[in-house]
């Protein structure tokens, strides 16, 4: 009989969790030393190579979460991306990137390789027809991102993994929106596993941080570059990390539940022009995101009918709040022209379809008839505002 495998409720609690031996304590102990012997020990630990007790316990419970063999835990997102990124690309490479990227990956991209020589081409589309289109002789990696951030765009995992070994290329991609409880694209063939651990696996907006992971070869790979560029985690953020983790299986549910509601109502709402959620059968790829996610999240963005300002409605909101982040229980929304995509010109937001009245909302796990009643009352205070307005 083959071995028990473990629901992801059980990995979420109990997958790399370290044993207070002293004192039988129910949770992981902290270990706060930034200082290790060096003498008679098996491992010299240090938080800067991403040894200490809790950072090891910790990339366990996030690689058993995305069935990879390793993973690393990282200062931030973005420090998660570009360790990522630069341990499979030098001088003379090439990178295909879709062409609906979160807004700091793009920047880093667009802004930083040609520093260093790397060259890159996004894809026209999302087909893998247009990723192949791009590939050169020297490219070294594919780079997705799905769902993606503002819009929710789906690309086919298994596709984009198919291409990538036909040509021998690394396959990577940004799971943030997804969470692993939603998706594990290792078991679609991508290679290379990048989290915002600040979003779905923080959970409280209250812990910035990155993830890694893949096989042992690749984060060996990873970490060569990794204690040079120096974008560890301090032992306490780990431990408020794993702690949020903990619960990140029925918090994301949850927010799956919410969100099919409320997009659901907004699709249906008079006052709202357009809903972008791949839950929605209206959604062009639903199919698609159904066959390789499990759940379809809590990120969704949503267009007001013209004449209806975007900007007023959400100060109009009571209960939802304006936030720069995302992913946390409580419900938030933004504008990623002002945020996320704001250090993108307007022409390279036009080219990605980010228009100047989105508005991304993170569904968190408040009863979704208060969500329903506070945007109610936000859209009628707008509403009457534009009709005052064409009076005058």
Known sequence: MGQHKKGINTICTHVGELEDK????????LYMSTSYAFEDVDVKRYPRYFNTPNQVALSKKIAALEHAEAAMIFGSGMAAVSTALMAFLQAGDHIVLQPTLYGGTYNLVNEEFDKYGIGYSFAD??????????IQENTKVIYIETPSNPLLTITDLEAVATLAKKHGIVSMIDNTFASPVNQNPIDFGIDVIIHSATKYMGGHSDILAGAVASTEEYMERIFQLAK??????????????ERSIKTMGIRVKAQNKNAIRLATYLHEHSDIHKVYYPGL??????????SQMKGFGGMMSFELEVGLDASRFQKALKLIKSSMSLAGVESTVLSPTQTSHALLSPEEREKQGIKDGLI????GIEEPEDLIADIEQALKIVRSEAVLSTLN
């Open 228 to 241: 040079n560029f120096g974008g560890s985690l301090s032992d306490y953020t780990v431990w408020l990390l």
């Open 125 to 134: 589309g999302l087909n893998v027809t247009d990723f192949e289109a791009k």
């Open 22 to 29: 002293e004192y039988k304590g129910a949770v992981s102990p």
């Open 281 to 290: 059968p209206s959604h062009p790829d639903h199919a698609l995101a159904k």
């Open 360 to 363: 991304r909302f993170s569904v």
